[in-house]
């Protein structure tokens, strides 16, 4: 093993030089327990997936360009919407949320490293197995899961051997999750600097705080879901079959109890980011600092109550039918507690428009305009002629990629400087939210219109009347897709021949990773730093 330094104080972690050391070569990612590593490592791993994801949607717009059957047969055809959707999900988003968190929240609250920092090495290597279990299972025999996503029976259990590599991705990815949120909980209660107190905290790590209790209470419910799943495919039980006396909207009850606070757990983060970003580039402090934790709890805490919106059309009894009508309108306040308290952190402030704020001030629009169609599905009657139609689709993706997503790229803009202390090409930057925010509008937005038209989703032919809307989004597709080749190449050139960044690139910035040096030094805080 050369790469282990064979001088005695760089055995113990010291240099010569005063400096942290490190295994170097592959040896360093695998046993790395330092967050820095482990974050880079989420990110990474997100993007990976975020682009499989993508080359299967890429599938998909391409064989809905025309009508007709084009490209992949109908089997096929399901298999990647199932995959699609899992992997964006479980794959790309909510382990680039962690990628974030790994990073920041230790810079932010003065910590060290995490609180369990083994655990925190385990949890990041359950990913890639799992990965690798959803992705392989399209070469097995009877091809990957194609009962969409949500994994509803009774498809799910006539499936073939597919089925059973997908429910075992989901435990292994799931598990990853609650190990990840119980060290996000712990270093954020117990690890923060003297004078941090919990209200003082940035709102990054509030959003984070609160999405890990979400995470440790929907994901054994999801396991709880998928197992049911499991024992109804090999050992003889009926949960969800009805020739057994089974109930398969029973599995739905159970799925959307974990599946509604799962949207929350992926774009809370983002609020988080975004929350960060704002107040830089408006050199203000946030608005109603206060207000904004508050809503985030609210917002979780509804999550919770709001699940069988998701089943309009099973036949819930009318009660239940207004009750979740009206606990789903309810969720809209504190979204719009937040929604406004941006805006006001924006009024009359020393505005610059940065690719960081281009992507928040692009996430506040489209979030925004994906927040209202939702209130339009929470109307049941309406709901009714617009469930499983484009227009879920066109909702669902403005929350996720215009939310979720549009806050990432914001964030990496924000905080590459600090990650890899190096500038990006700025007007490079800029090039890629303008295409970003035209293709993803080009694409989404007839989604809309071919929902209200009643086009269903997850079919790989449609009705002629339905053709040039999805040419245009199929376009619109492909355009947005490329354009994330241009992200990786601005990150890429950033790391490697960027500009210095100085500790402090954006002078509205004020939190505590800004007040290190840039790069971030490998163990950030060797001794808390006070805060005032």
Avoid at 176 to 193: D, K, P, W
Avoid at 215 to 244: E, K, Q, Y
Avoid at 347 to 368: D, H, N, R, V, Y
Avoid at 416 to 434: I, N, Q, S, T, V
Wanted: one cysteine or more; a neutral charge.
């Amino acid at each position: 093993m050369s790469s282990i330094p064979h001088d005695h104080a760089a055995a113990h972690g010291e240099g010569p030089d005063g400096h942290a050391h490190h295994p170097t070569g592959i040896m360093r990612w695998i046993t790395t327990t330092n967050h820095k590593d482990i974050g880079t490592m989420y990110l990474w791993f997100s993007f990976t997936m975020f682009i499989v994801g993508g080359c299967m949607a890429l599938t998909i717009r391409a064989e809905l360009f025309q009508p007709g059957l084009q490209v992949v047969n109908p089997e096929f055809f399901n298999s990647m919407t199932t995959l699609h959707g899992l992997i964006m999900v479980f794959g790309a988003l909510m382990p680039g949320a962690v990628g974030f968190a790994n990073w920041m929240i230790p810079m932010q609250i003065g910590a060290p490293d995490m609180a369990f920092a083994r655990m925190n090495n385990w949890s990041f290597w359950l990913l890639p197995p799992a990965a690798i279990l959803l992705v392989g299972s399209l070469f097995v025999p009877g091809g990957a899961a194609a009962a969409g996503w949500t994994m509803y029976p009774p498809l799910t259990i006539q499936a073939g051997m597919g089925m059973d590599f997908t429910i075992f991705a989901v435990h292994i990815m799931g598990a990853s999750s609650i190990m990840g949120s119980i060290n996000i909980i712990t270093t954020i209660l117990n690890l923060r600097a003297p004078g941090m107190t919990l209200m003082k905290m940035p709102l990054f790590c509030w959003t984070w705080l609160i999405t890990a209790y979400l995470l440790i209470a929907v994901m054994p419910v999801l396991a709880g879901a998928v197992t049911m799943l499991l024992t109804d495919r090999h050992f003889g039980t009926t949960f969800f079959n009805a020739a057994g006396g089974g109930d398969p909207v029973l599995f739905q009850h159970v799925f959307w109890f974990f599946g509604h606070p799962e949207v929350y757990i992926i774009i809370l983060p983002a609020f988080g980011i975004v929350s960060e970003i704002i107040p830089t580039f408006s050199r203000k402090p946030l608005f109603g600092y206060a207000s904004m934790v508050y809503a985030v709890a609210a917002i979780a805490i509804l999550s919770f109550i709001v699940w069988a919106h998701h089943m309009f059309t099973t036949g819930l009894p009318t009660a239940g039918i207004l009750f979740y009508m009206y606990a789903t309108m309810l969720i809209a306040i504190p979204t719009g507690v937040k929604v406004f308290n941006w805006l006001a952190t924006m009024w009359k402030g020393s505005l610059t428009f940065e690719a960081p704020m281009l992507f928040a001030i692009g996430f506040l629009f489209l979030f925004t305009l994906g927040g209202f169609t939702g209130l339009v599905c929470a109307i049941q009657p309406i709901d009714v002629q617009i469930q499983d139609t484009y227009y879920v689709v066109a909702h669902f993706h403005y929350v996720m990629v215009a939310g979720t997503l549009f806050a990432f790229f914001g964030g990496t803009y924000y905080w590459l400087p600090k990650w890899c202390g190096r500038m990006y090409d700025a007007k490079l930057a800029e090039a890629h939210f303008w295409l970003s925010f035209v293709f993803f509008n080009v694409t989404f937005f007839p989604m809309h219109f071919l929902g209200l038209a009643g086009m269903p989703r997850r079919v790989p032919d449609y009705a002629q009347q339905f053709a040039d809307w999805n040419m245009v989004a199929s376009i619109g597709s492909f355009g947005f897709g490329f354009t994330q080749l241009l992200f990786f190449y601005i990150v890429v050139k950033a790391i490697r021949s960027g500009a210095k960044a100085p500790a402090k690139p954006w002078e509205g910035a004020t939190t505590l990773e800004w007040t290190v040096p840039s790069p971030a030094p490998y163990h950030t805080f060797e001794t808390p730093p006070f805060v005032k």
